[in-house]
């Protein structure tokens, strides 16, 4: 697998609480230049971000980010606002609290809303894996399924840790033919990413691959 198709995969990631617009800028020059799949950034910049990339590069968002304790119309009303503002994705964080309770279809029905927002855009669902037991990983990906999102994701990286090997393999095994993978927070090297790859991610949510690109330059 060679660099570009692992660029190709990459949600180019910077939501760090201080980014300012010269930042964001950037990440999206970086991101249109080597070619990612899209810039993930904050909120509050989406609408200047695709002011800026037009056509050139997709604009993914975050809702109910990093914790995911927002009641249902928030974030309903946070979807609605980054779709009006032009965002071509939405990363979207589960409550965990109602995974732990074992309200699954409360979960269910809270991603089901968002995606029918999202329409023919893109919704992703983090799953925070790192709170989460081997049973709740299976289930939610058996839940993510059924509301008939387009992707799970591992990590908001905020959170103890990050995407793992093994996180990537059992949501291969778990999730429906129509689900894909992202693996997010902890990808530390180009070898990392080929392996998430190998294993089923055809996302990757990161910041550092295009600095190791650059340092590679």
């Excluded at 990459?10 to 617009?21: R, S």
């Excluded at 810039?39 to 990093?66: H, L, N, W």
Aim: glycine share 6%; net charge negative; hydrophobic share 40%.
């Amino acid at each position: 697998m060679d660099k570009k198709k692992i660029l190709q995969a990459v949600d180019h990631t910077l939501l760090t609480q201080t980014a300012v617009w010269a930042d964001i800028k950037q990440l999206c020059d970086d991101a249109m230049t080597y070619g990612t799949a899209s810039v993930c950034i904050p909120p509050s910049f989406v609408k200047q971000a695709k002011e800026y990339v037009g056509d050139r590069m997709a604009v993914c968002t975050v809702i109910g980010f990093p914790n995911g304790y927002h009641t249902t119309a928030i974030k309903v009303a946070e979807a609605n606002d980054a779709i009006a503002n032009g965002a071509d994705e939405l990363d979207m964080v589960i409550n965990l609290g109602d995974v732990k309770d074992g309200s699954y279809e409360k979960v269910k029905e809270e991603i089901r809303l968002l995606k029918d927002i999202c329409k023919d855009k893109i919704l992703k669902v983090i799953i925070e894996t790192c709170l989460l037991t081997e049973e709740e990983k299976i289930r939610m990906c058996q839940v993510v399924t059924a509301a008939r999102a387009d992707y799970i994701k591992t990590s908001t990286g905020f959170s103890t840790e990050g995407a793992t090997f093994a996180d990537i393999e059992l949501f291969a095994k778990h999730v429906g033919p129509d689900v894909k993978i992202k693996a997010a927070g902890g990808i530390h090297s180009f070898q990392d990413a080929k392996r998430f790859m190998e294993l089923g991610a055809s996302r990757l949510g990161t910041s550092r691959i295009i600095k190791l690109a650059k340092e590679e330059e």
